[in-house]
């Protein structure tokens, strides 16, 4: 026995946003514990935007995550709107769309060739990755460009856009500047089709683990559009409620290994939001090229395999491309870069689908508009135990691999999810136990001269 | 810092880069990934040797130069940005939470603890400080590149100096110049507008002034700033409430020297 016993400690999971670690217990009877560790440092912004003017949280709230500001911004404004009874309609709801399809596009080909590819050609990195595959990473790097030049128009520059306001925009653009970018646009969404092509014939490992245990799907469900930033949260085991409701369905429990806070549906426990549940939930929303290639791939809905979620966010990226184009083709500047806002005291929530998945805001404001409390769930903190749970239902089927092998599939099975820790708060840290025995092996990373692991 | 010694870019092996992060939202990293033109060039040219947003491949140190981004708000990270001051040659802070504490430096003028309780059920598991520090605060930073998010065209240029080991060419100005070169009618003047524009840092170029809307001072301070008359000009002139004064100056660089001491004196002006 004592030979059988090791740990295999990996300093930290490289490639997904912000800061945390894992730990698994197990030995032969099987999965002891599994936690999945997040100790990025809080930084208290619900409790920093009290007394602020309803007008910053827009601002503020985009500095949460410097991946997917815009879904901070969507549903921050929206959450405001919702407060004020404001609806912006017409061209400034299609613009805010338009915005959101540069994110969905910037942050899913962010991951899909930064992060996750080089996972299945087993590369380190995407800058490896390049020396033997110029053509994908170089097509990946030309797509992800198009998403950006969406949001530096429309939102003033990538990180952090400058332009969203309650009530709409602080200048929306003229269609001269929009049709600027068709070209770009159509050049970009040729390429996502061959990206969705080469992503569907990556080797996926099988997902029979999955199989009796399956997943709750939760996403926003509109009648007539693919979610983005409208429409009914409901799920794949029949849960159908406006965002107003989210609270009496949804509940936030503080573990001691995590500095995001838990989520679990009331009734049921874990659940998974995030492209996979968008497409299981809406895939005949699909754009018509989006839907045409799926089904010549064969690649049809519900989508069980956590690591086919590439392959999701590719579909979804075409999507957002053909989206795109059809909104700057019937694009009409508005009269008024937005509705006037008078501040009063009320509360208002807003849910809207950020690129990773369902994204709740709540504030209440007072009579000169200071927000006096603010509530804001991030989908990975949504998303944390369906991690833990894919580890522990997963890990037995694996046991007969080499240590290593193990312990990558592992950090694959979590940047599956495309985890933004920095949303809760940066690098996960992997430590698997077999056994009690501890050995000091250092199998992967674990290298001297690093800086103290957290 | 800079000499005329041998430039480390013609070094042989190539110069190490390594990116570090503390608190923060990963937005000044994610300026170095989104330069799609360049990224590939760069790579070519320095040794990427710890980047964990980007790779997991990790190579020991010491390297040439470290990008710092975020604050230091744990009892850990206080140590680790001692180890990484350690390991690099050269240290660059960037961003405003690297340079001047970040958002979550607002916990400096409030009471973290009653913070902590707020949000979460749990607060004794929480390990945080009662501060947000910026890296200059704990320990010797050979340059700083400020802005929420940077710039990743300024990034390019400093990243470029320090391997030729020559001064960065990042204009100290205010918002305002760049506004005046953007040909930008000012909106202060014409529309009656508050703008930090006079006393923010260039570098985003004159962003908001061009989508009609004042500065909100994301760059953090210029060199120099008047920041008490232009808050007097926003009091007396625009009569922008003394709450909205502060928070201009307490928001994404509240612990910028000239933000500061400003935003103290203004506070107890509107508490007297
Ligand atoms: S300075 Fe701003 S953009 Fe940079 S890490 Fe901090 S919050 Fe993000
Ligand atoms: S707030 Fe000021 S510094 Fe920041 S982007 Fe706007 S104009 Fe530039």
Same mark, same amino acid.
């Given at each position: 026995?004592?030979?059988r016993? %090791?740990?295999?400690?990996?300093?930290?999971?490289?490639?997904? $946003?912000g800061?945390?670690?894992?730990?698994?217990?197990?030995?032969d009877?099987?999965?002891?514990?599994?936690?999945?560790k997040i100790?990025?440092?809080?930084?208290?912004?619900?409790?920093?935007?009290?007394?602020?003017?309803?007008?910053?949280?827009?601002?503020?709230?985009?500095?949460?995550?410097?991946?997917?500001?815009?879904?901070?911004?969507m549903?921050?404004v929206?959450?405001?709107?919702?407060?004020?009874?404001l609806?912006?309609?017409?061209?400034?709801?299609?613009?805010?769309?338009?915005?959101?399809c540069?994110?969905w596009?910037?942050?899913?080909?962010?991951?899909?060739?930064?992060?996750?590819?080089?996972?299945?050609?087993?590369?380190?990195?995407?800058?490896?990755?390049?020396k033997?595959?110029?053509?994908?990473?170089?097509?990946?790097?030309?797509?992800?460009?198009?998403?950006?030049?969406?949001?530096?128009l429309?939102?003033?520059?990538?990180?952090?856009?400058i332009?969203?306001?309650?009530g709409?925009?602080?200048?929306?653009?003229?269609?001269?500047?929009?049709?600027a970018? =068709?070209?770009?646009?159509?050049?970009?969404?040729?390429?996502?089709e061959?990206?969705?092509?080469?992503?569907?014939?990556?080797?996926?490992?099988?997902?029979?683990?999955?199989?009796?245990?399956?997943y709750?799907?939760?996403?926003?469900?509109?009648?007539?559009?693919?979610?983005?930033n409208?429409?009914?949260?409901t799920s794949?085991?029949?849960?159908?409620?406006?965002?107003?409701?989210?609270e009496?369905?949804?509940?936030?429990?503080?573990?001691?290994?995590?500095?995001?806070?838990h989520?679990?549906?009331?009734? *049921?426990?874990?659940?998974?939001?995030?492209?996979?549940a968008r497409?299981?939930?809406?895939?005949?929303?699909?754009?018509?090229?989006?839907l045409?290639?799926?089904? $010549?791939?064969?690649?049809?809905?519900?989508?069980?395999n956590?690591?086919?979620?590439?392959?999701v966010?590719?579909l979804e990226?075409?999507?957002?491309?053909?989206e795109?184009?059809?909104?700057?083709?019937?694009?009409?500047?508005p009269?008024?870069?937005?509705?006037k806002?008078?501040?009063?005291?009320?509360?208002?929530?807003?849910?809207?689908?950020?690129? *990773?998945?369902?994204?709740?805001?709540?504030?209440?404001?007072?009579?000169?508009?200071?927000?006096?409390?603010?509530?804001? =769930?991030?989908?990975?903190s949504q998303?944390?135990?369906?991690?833990?749970?894919d580890?522990?239902?997963?890990?037995?089927?694996?046991?007969?691999?080499?240590?290593?092998?193990?312990?990558?599939?592992?950090?694959?099975?979590?940047?599956?999810?495309d985890?933004?820790?920095?949303?809760?708060?940066h690098?996960?840290?992997l430590?698997?136990?077999?056994g009690?025995?501890?050995?000091?092996?250092s199998?992967?990373?674990?290298?001297?001269?690093?800086?103290?692991?957290? | 810092?800079v000499?005329?010694?041998?430039?480390?870019?013609?070094?042989?092996?190539?110069?190490?880069?390594?990116?570090? %992060?503390?608190?923060?939202c990963?937005?000044?990293?994610?300026?170095?990934?989104?330069c799609?033109d360049e990224?590939?060039?760069l790579?070519?040219?320095?040794?990427i040797?710890?980047?964990?947003?980007?790779?997991?491949?990790?190579?020991?140190?010491?390297?040439?130069i470290?990008?710092?981004?975020?604050?230091?708000?744990?009892?850990?990270?206080?140590?680790?940005?001692?180890?990484v001051r350690?390991?690099?040659?050269?240290?660059?802070?960037?961003g405003?939470?690297?340079?001047?504490?970040?958002?979550?430096?607002?916990?400096?003028?409030?009471?973290?603890?009653?913070?902590?309780?707020?949000?979460?059920?749990?607060?004794?598991?929480?390990?945080?400080?009662?501060?947000?520090?910026?890296?200059s605060?704990?320990?010797?930073?050979?340059f700083?590149?400020?802005?929420?998010p940077?710039?990743k065209?300024?990034?390019?240029?400093?990243?470029?100096?320090?391997?030729h080991?020559?001064?960065?060419?990042?204009?100290?100005?205010?918002?305002?110049?760049?506004?005046?070169?953007r040909?930008?009618?000012?909106?202060?003047?014409?529309?009656?507008?508050?703008?930090?524009?006079p006393?923010?840092?260039?570098?985003?170029?004159?962003?908001?002034?061009?989508?009609?809307?004042?500065?909100?001072?994301?760059?953090?301070?210029?060199?120099?700033?008047n920041?008490?008359?232009?808050?007097h000009?926003?009091? $007396? %002139?625009?009569n922008?409430?003394?709450t909205?004064? =502060?928070?201009?100056?307490?928001n994404?660089?509240?612990?910028?020297?000239?933000?500061?001491?400003?935003?103290?004196?203004?506070?107890?002006d509107?508490?007297?």
């Amino acid at each position: 026995m004592a030979d059988r016993s %090791k740990t295999i400690k990996v300093d930290y999971l490289a490639r997904v $946003e912000g800061e945390g670690a894992l730990h698994i217990d197990y030995d032969d009877s099987g999965v002891q514990n599994v936690q999945l560790k997040i100790f990025e440092p809080p930084r208290f912004f619900e409790a920093l935007l009290r007394g602020r003017d309803y007008l910053e949280a827009p601002d503020i709230t985009a500095r949460i995550c410097g991946i997917c500001p815009v879904a901070y911004q969507m549903s921050a404004v929206h959450a405001m709107e919702n407060a004020l009874n404001l609806k912006p309609g017409g061209a400034l709801r299609m613009l805010r769309r338009l915005l959101y399809c540069g994110e969905w596009i910037e942050s899913h080909m962010l991951h899909i060739s930064m992060l996750h590819a080089p996972d299945f050609l087993g590369y380190p990195n995407a800058v490896a990755m390049a020396k033997d595959h110029p053509e994908i990473v170089k097509n990946a790097l030309e797509i992800k460009k198009a998403g950006n030049a969406l949001v530096r128009l429309i939102g003033g520059r990538e990180v952090h856009p400058i332009n969203v306001r309650v009530g709409g925009f602080y200048k929306v653009p003229e269609a001269r500047e929009l049709t600027a970018l =068709v070209a770009q646009l159509e050049m970009a969404r040729d390429l996502t089709e061959r990206l969705v092509r080469w992503s569907a014939a990556l080797p996926f490992p099988s997902y029979e683990w999955r199989r009796d245990n399956h997943y709750e799907f939760v996403a926003l469900t509109h009648p007539s559009e693919y979610p983005m930033n409208e429409g009914r949260i409901t799920s794949s085991a029949g849960l159908n409620i406006s965002a107003q409701d989210y609270e009496n369905h949804f509940e936030e429990e503080h573990v001691a290994h995590s500095t995001a806070l838990h989520c679990t549906l009331r009734e *049921r426990g874990a659940y998974l939001v995030g492209p996979i549940a968008r497409y299981n939930l809406n895939r005949d929303k699909l754009s018509p090229r989006a839907l045409q290639l799926a089904e $010549e791939i064969n690649f049809t809905a519900p989508c069980l395999n956590p690591f086919q979620s590439i392959l999701v966010r590719s579909l979804e990226v075409l999507h957002a491309f053909e989206e795109a184009l059809h909104i700057i083709d019937r694009y009409q500047p508005p009269a008024e870069p937005h509705l006037k806002t008078e501040p009063r005291t009320a509360s208002g929530c807003a849910a809207t689908e950020a690129p *990773r998945g369902l994204l709740y805001h709540r504030y209440d404001i007072d009579e000169k508009g200071k927000i006096t409390t603010a509530k804001i =769930v991030a989908p990975t903190s949504q998303n944390q135990k369906t991690i833990e749970d894919d580890l522990r239902l997963m890990l037995p089927s694996f046991m007969h691999f080499p240590e290593d092998k193990l312990q990558g599939l592992c950090e694959r099975a979590i940047r599956n999810y495309d985890p933004c820790i920095s949303c809760s708060t940066h690098f996960l840290q992997l430590h698997l136990n077999y056994g009690q025995v501890q050995s000091k092996q250092s199998m992967v990373t674990g290298k001297p001269g690093q800086p103290p692991a957290r | 810092m800079v000499s005329n010694q041998q430039p480390i870019a013609s070094s042989n092996p190539p110069p190490k880069l390594a990116v570090w %992060k503390f608190t923060s939202c990963d937005g000044c990293q994610l300026s170095l990934l989104d330069c799609e033109d360049e990224l590939l060039s760069l790579a070519a040219q320095v040794d990427i040797a710890y980047f964990l947003e980007a790779s997991s491949e990790v190579k020991e140190g010491p390297f040439d130069i470290s990008l710092v981004e975020g604050s230091i708000t744990t009892p850990a990270d206080e140590e680790r940005i001692l180890e990484v001051r350690r390991q690099s040659r050269f240290l660059i802070s960037i961003g405003a939470c690297a340079t001047a504490g970040g958002i979550q430096a607002l916990r400096n003028f409030a009471d973290v603890q009653e913070f902590t309780d707020v949000v979460y059920a749990h607060p004794e598991y929480i390990a945080t400080l009662k501060e947000s520090t910026p890296i200059s605060g704990r320990v010797a930073v050979d340059f700083e590149l400020q802005g929420c998010p940077i710039n990743k065209h300024q990034l390019l240029e400093v990243i470029s100096a320090f391997l030729h080991r020559r001064a960065p060419q990042v204009a100290n100005h205010s918002v305002c110049i760049d506004c005046k070169l953007r040909g930008n009618v000012c909106i202060w003047v014409a529309h009656g507008t508050p703008c930090m524009g006079p006393v923010t840092h260039a570098g985003c170029g004159a962003i908001c002034p061009s989508y009609n809307r004042g500065c909100y001072a994301c760059y953090g301070p210029k060199e120099n700033p008047n920041t008490e008359s232009l808050c007097h000009w926003w009091d $007396e %002139k625009l009569n922008v409430e003394n709450t909205l004064i =502060v928070e201009n100056l307490r928001n994404f660089n509240p612990l910028a020297p000239s933000f500061k001491v400003q935003s103290e004196d203004r506070q107890e002006d509107g508490e007297r």
